[in-house]
Each structure stands twice: as C-alpha cells, then as structure tokens.
C-alpha cells in the first residue's frame, strides 16, 4: 500500500516510519516520495492536512495520509470522545478536519476511498521514545497533572540527554527507540492507548 | 559570559537594555534597534567612530547629553566595562569589577570584545578566491572563505570531515568541498556533486549555497571567536533548511551538547523570518523582542512575558509574533 506521511520534522518521520511498517509488517509498506511532507507543528496540522489529503488523492493515488501530533498541554484523547468529538482535543480536530476533507474529494477511477491514519503523542512525541524507560510517561499518568513527575522540557533532556538537541541527534534516538518499540509495539499499546493506540487501529484496518 | 548590553541615548536605543545568554534570538521590526545593539561590543572596545555624542545621540536628545554602552559581564568577570562619549568625542572606558580591579582583567575583557564578530555574510565575498595565509581569519562579510577551509582541511581534517558529512545532509546533491588553484596562485572553493562526477565553482553556486556554506564552516572552526552576531543567518535559505541553520548556531553556544569539547560562544542572532523564529518554540528563553516607540526602542525578553503561555498554548511562535500580540512589528500610521 501507497501511504503518504505528514511529519514535523524528519526526526519525527523516521520514528513514525518505522513503526508504521512495524504495524503492518515487513514489505507491506510502500512511501509516497518524493517530496516529504512537513507542516510546522500544531494549528498548522490542521491547516495543512486538507491539501496533502488532496495530494494523495488526486495526484499520489495513496491509500492513506497518516498524521502524528504532540498534544502538549492540550486535552488528550479519551475513549469517549469517539461519536461525541471533543473540539479542544487535537485527535478530534484532526478527525473532524480529514473526515470533511476525504468527503469532498471527488471519486477518481480506479481508486479506493483514501483512508487517513492519525495518532497523538502525549504530550510529545519524546513520550513514545521513552515507554518503558524512566520516567515511565503514560497517558494513564500524564492526566494525573503534578505528580507525574514530568513535562515536555523533561521528557525532551531524558530523550536526548541534552538541552539544545540538533536533528541529527534527534533522527539517531527517533530511529533507535522506534526499532525498539517495533519489537514490542504491546508497550506503546499499553502506555498510549488512546494517541497511539487509535493509529494502529486505523493502520491494522487499511 | 556577557549578561547584559545597557544603552543610554544612543541611537534609537534612548534607554534600554540588552540581556543575553548564550544564545539571543533579536526579532523586531527593521530599525528597530538590533542590528545597533549587536554590533555595540565592537564599538565599545573601540569607541569608533571618534565623533562628538550628538553625532550618535538618540532623536530629540537634550544637547550636552553624553552617550554611553555599558557592557556587564557575569561568570567568571563579574565586571562591566562602559564606553562614552562626550560632546568633545569619546573618553576614555570606564571599567568596574566586584571583586579585585587589574590590568589583566582589562586586557581580558578588551581582548573579549576585540575577538568579536558580526557576521552579514555576501555571497560574493564568500566565493571569492584568495592567496591563502597560515592564520588565515574569516572576514565578517565572508570573505577568506577559500583560505579558511583549506587550514581547516589541512589542520583538522576531522572538522572538514564532519563539515562535509553536514554540508551533505543540508545540500544533498553536494558530498565536498573541493579546491583547486586558479589564476595568479589564488585559492578557490568547489563543490563536488554527490558521486563526485561534477565539481561546481563557488562562483557558480547559488547564494543560499555559499550563505549556507558560510555559516557551517563557523560553527565547525576548532577556534571561533569568544563572541559572535549573525545577521539574518536564514536570508537566501528555503525554509525547511533553517532547522539546521539553528543547529549550527547552537553548536557554535551549546557545544557539549553537539559533542564538542570547546568553551561555548556567546551567539547573538536577528532574524525578520516566522520560520526561523518557530524554532525557538521550546526555547523562549532564547529570544528577545525589539520594540519599536516612534523613535525609541526597548529590548523585552519573551519569557518574561506573563501571558506567554496562555498566548502560545494553541499558537505557533512564529504566528503568533507575526500577528503582532508579541509585539515587535512594524508601526502602522
């Protein structure tokens, strides 16, 4: 399958690459590149979305647009939120964005109904990298507040093991931590249901 | 470490001060006082140009006013040095120290001060050949580019390595610097195409290919200066390049944080680009706004402001600041 991917940085992609073609297995997965796709982080997702939708419908003739967001200190998604969207949620945005847009799209011989695939980390990516790693982040313990023991400043350093990380540094640990979690994607399941947990469900039933 | 620049009645910076860290990211509107402010260090050490106060003083500034920048440094000094002029032209620097007063820690700061630079490379000075020298220096415009990367080369052949590791990941269809000699004996740069089947001369290259060029080979020399400016270091650059602009500029201010084992350099930077300014999402400390009154500026640092979070909570920075609820936009009649 033909799958286009909307990243904030190319350290972002490599992790989201790979653990999507963890999800699908080995040889299912084919890229739509080039280009790559960036947007410039959240609201521009969501600005954004709509017209690498209608790239990879009308031109890449893609199977699915996958989108990955931090939701930072935002409401992170609940399970019942799904029929009842909250609009402060960033993975409700973001359906509610990619359901209008994929119904607009105007049917091309041929081609099967694009899918969309959108998870959010919470409240980073940097999250993901660490599960099962100290500090243990999970959605479970970031709604807690205070007492979890961690923000985005922290989990950044405890990912990167400094302050001022450069993308180099950044796609190193992305990629590595990826593969890690590839092996064991029950982990990420387990600690990230909802953010992460909605992608794989979406990319499982492409 | 330089923590602060004070301005009094020079220029449009009426009465103001500059703080700094390792990084400084200056945004504002053009005249707002940035490209002034950085560039105050060198004129402090030399107290060029050698005119009367009111030749520098601040719009509508009462006569007989003098003008003075007063440079305070933190770790380890803990000293200031003020430079000023008077109605008859400048005097003589004052310094002050907290602790013990010496000759040595005045040829220190001055030695401080005298290394600094301000870069506002050109293209044209940077693809410049030249007649290469042992302690070959890159100018502030770029030129000696040429001399510079073949001391690197022939020094360090490790930085030129990782310098073109880098180049290569910012210009994919480039993998070298190369050189060669051309006409009267001087040096010229090159770059090689990935594969090495083509080189391209350097007055061939793009400007943003030399600019870029220009400002990797900074932040890979063994010995920088101490203190550095940069103006507009993502003029004539895509934007998606920028986030490497900002990497290399924080190698150059966080070297342990790049691997590198040299004393960090003080980086102070401007910028009119939104792209430029998103980078610094995660590090507001990094940025200070300029904002421009009539005729005076003030300098704000952005993590003071008590309503920054609530402003970017659902905001991109470089949004945000372009709408103005940052401040440091152009005034509108």
């Known amino acids: 399958m033909k799958l286009v991917l909307l990243a904030e940085s190319s350290a972002d992609e490599a992790a989201i690459r790979i653990l999507t073609e963890a999800i699908r297995g080995p040889g299912t997965v084919q890229w739509v590149q080039p280009p790559t796709f960036r947007s410039r982080g959240w609201p521009a997702v969501r600005r954004d979305l709509p017209a690498v939708?209608?790239?990879a419908h009308y031109s890449a003739n893609a199977t699915a647009v996958i989108a990955v967001v931090d939701t930072n200190d935002s409401v992170p998604h609940e399970a019942a939120h799904d029929g009842n969207p909250d609009p402060t949620c960033r993975l409700c945005a973001l359906r509610a964005t990619a359901d209008a847009t994929v119904g607009r799209l105007r049917p091309v011989t041929g081609r099967a109904t694009l899918h969309v695939a959108l998870g959010a980390a919470t409240p980073a990516i940097e999250a993901w990298y660490l599960c099962g790693k100290p500090p243990y982040p999970s959605e479970q313990k970031w709604v807690t507040g205070s007492g979890r023991g961690y923000d985005k400043r922290t989990l950044k350093r405890a990912a990167y093991g400094v302050d001022h990380a450069g993308l180099v540094l950044m796609t190193t640990v992305a990629e590595?931590?990826?593969?890690?979690?590839?092996?064991?994607?029950?982990?990420?399941?387990?600690h990230f249901p909802r953010g992460y947990g909605a992608l794989e469900t979406e990319l499982l039933a492409l | 470490m330089i923590k602060a620049i004070r301005f009094q009645n020079y220029k449009v910076l009426r009465d103001t001060t500059l703080p700094l860290g390792n990084f400084t990211l200056l945004i504002g509107p053009n005249g707002s006082g940035k490209s002034t402010?950085?560039?105050?260090?060198q004129k402090a050490r030399t107290l060029e140009p050698r005119v009367p106060a009111q030749e520098l003083a601040s719009a509508g500034s009462p006569p007989g006013r003098d003008v003075t920048i007063e440079v305070e440094w933190g770790e380890p000094h803990h000293a200031s040095l003020t430079a000023r002029w008077t109605s008859v032209g400048p005097v003589a620097h004052s310094i002050a120290a907290r602790g013990s007063f010496s000759n040595e820690l005045q040829q220190t700061l001055f030695d401080e001060l005298g290394r600094a630079r301000v870069y506002s490379l050109d293209a044209g000075q940077l693809a410049q050949a030249v007649v290469t020298q042992p302690s070959m220096t890159l100018g502030e415009r770029g030129e000696g580019l040429a001399g510079v990367l073949d001391r690197l080369r022939d020094q360090h052949p490790e930085r030129f390595d990782a310098l073109n590791t880098e180049l290569a990941r910012w210009l994919p269809e480039f993998d070298r610097v190369l050189f060669d000699t051309v006409g009267s004996g001087q040096k010229a740069i090159f770059l090689g195409t990935r594969g090495r089947k083509?080189?391209?001369?350097?007055?061939?290259?793009?400007?943003?290919?030399?600019?870029?060029?220009g400002i990797l080979t900074i932040a890979y020399l063994p010995d920088p200066p101490p203190i550095v400016g940069f103006e507009e270091p993502d003029r004539g650059l895509h934007p998606r390049l920028l986030r490497d602009v900002r990497d290399a500029l924080y190698r150059l201010a966080y070297p342990k944080d790049y691997g590198e084992s040299r004393p960090p350099v003080q980086v102070m930077a401007t910028t009119h680009s939104p792209y430029m300014v998103d980078l610094f999402q995660d590090h507001l400390q990094d940025i200070v706004i300029a904002e421009k009154r009539g005729n005076e500026a003030k300098f704000e640092p952005l993590a003071q402001r008590r309503d920054i979070e609530q402003i970017l909570h659902d905001a991109h920075l470089g949004d945000a600041w372009y709408t103005g609820v940052l401040g440091g936009v152009p005034a509108v009649e």
């Open chain 1, 53 to 55: 939708i209608q790239y």
């Open chain 1, 176 to 190: 590595t931590e990826a593969k890690r979690l590839a092996a064991s994607l029950a982990l990420l399941q387990m």
């Open chain 2, 37 to 41: 402010a950085i560039s105050a260090l």
């Open chain 2, 198 to 213: 083509h080189r391209v001369p350097a007055w061939d290259l793009s400007q943003g290919t030399l600019l870029a060029l």
